[in-house]
């Protein structure tokens, strides 16, 4: 269903838009372009007073996985948030060790704090860290809005499948320009 209305709590939801992963190659959508939408989505929630959170993620949870992890250190500046977000004081921060930003975090004891009742979601990967925290949103009992242009993956057909599949039994979905006219 496409997005039809926000509720007057919402909180803005960017997920991994970090320099270590907004440096590798997506499809279909360029980093650039979603972190571009990303921002501002941001300035216009903050230009609202409604709760902005910039999750990274910081390190993997344990376990055996088929596919291969990437071996040694990452970068020193691998997990900072990209610049372009305009990050600011007032923004809820959170960084997690795995997929999703609700596991592990305090993420819904501080959505909770500021009475949100509706997230709207972005960033990279839509598959992974998009999905995966959509997922617990919805079963946590939030409205859930994702912006379709301000996400992207590492995977062509892995994006096309949760924006077309699993995306619309979640929440509802929209392009950020349609969630910005909503904010009014």
Request: net charge negative; hydrophobic share 40%; proline share 7%.
């Amino acid at each position: 269903m496409p997005v039809t209305t926000l509720d007057a709590t919402t909180a803005l939801v960017l997920i991994d838009l970090q320099k270590g992963i907004a440096a590798l190659p997506t499809a279909p959508v360029p980093a650039a372009e979603v972190i571009e939408r990303a921002a501002g989505l941001a300035a216009a929630f903050r230009a609202r007073g409604l709760p902005v959170v910039l999750v990274n993620v910081t390190g993997g949870a344990p376990g055996r996985t088929e596919h291969a992890r990437p071996a040694g250190e990452p970068p020193a500046d691998w997990a900072e948030l990209v610049p372009e977000l305009g990050r600011q004081p007032g923004d809820l921060t959170v960084s997690k060790q795995g997929w999703g930003a609700f596991h592990g975090t305090d993420l819904d004891r501080e959505l909770r704090r500021r009475g949100v009742t509706q997230i709207v979601l972005g960033g990279i990967a839509t598959s992974i860290g998009v999905e995966s925290t959509a997922r617990a949103a919805y079963e946590h009992g939030y409205h859930v809005t994702l912006a379709t242009d301000a996400m992207t993956d590492l995977d062509a057909d892995a994006h096309r499948n949760s924006v077309e599949r699993v995306f619309p039994r979640l929440g509802e979905t929209g392009t950020a320009d349609a969630i910005r006219t909503l904010l009014g």
